[in-house]
């Protein structure tokens, strides 16, 4: 049970271990992925912060007890990252208004903080804005690849592992965010243990995320192999 509860608690660090692993040891050079790459870089030092202040909460100064900002900034290096890699790894017919999108994501996060949400606090506003934003991205690459007459087999594409992982991570996130605060604060223990419940679930998306995203750049190397070859 305590190694159960020992791999939940650090879930959000060892799971971009698998990635890292891959970037590591497998050292995939294509210039389509090192927006992966960076995501993974950044998403371990945020997500290490994030575990640290939660493991050792009593041993942190009082300015370093709160690892919500981590999580919000997690969610918009997430946005900006995962956009970038989908719009260049292909052309698209409209890429102006998907990134006109990006754009106004990025509008509705500074007007949400300044006039909404408090940036110490998860903002479920964030994580929503961070679900449609990044499906309707993730949906326009699926419509584009249906679509598409050229050579290239898409669906055995890197690239599409990395926008089914995306679509089963913010599916699931939307609605754990979307509750999260709600019964995160409520005295009623139903409540509470309903919000133990939405982390694990979150815990599990996010694994699910990152071995999609490993099996992407283990793929994005075999790739580039089969080209030297």
Known sequence: MKLFQLIYDWAELWAL???LGVIVFRKPNNREAKWIIRYVYIGLILNGFIIAVAQFYNAMPPWLKNNNIFYNIHSVCRVILFSLFILSVRTYKFA????????LYLIFVIINFIFFDNIFFLSSNLY???SIALLIICLSYFFRTI????STHWL????????????????ITFFVFLFFNIISYSNDPK???FARIFLMIYSISFVLLCVFIAIALY??????????N
């Not at 102006?96 to 754009?103: D, M, P």
């Not at 679509?147 to 050229?150: A, F």
């Not at 994005?220 to 192999?225: G, P, Q, S, V």
């Open 191 to 193: 409540d509470r243990a």
């Open 147 to 150: 679509l598409d007459e050229s």
């Open 96 to 103: 102006s208004i998907l990134k006109s999108l990006l754009v």
């Open 156 to 171: 055995k594409h890197p690239s599409f592992l990395v926008c089914i992982g995306i679509c089963l991570y913010e599916v």
């Open 17 to 19: 271990l698998i990635p």
């Open 219 to 228: 793929k994005y190397r075999k790739k580039t192999e089969l080209k030297i």
């Open 128 to 130: 929503a804005a961070e």
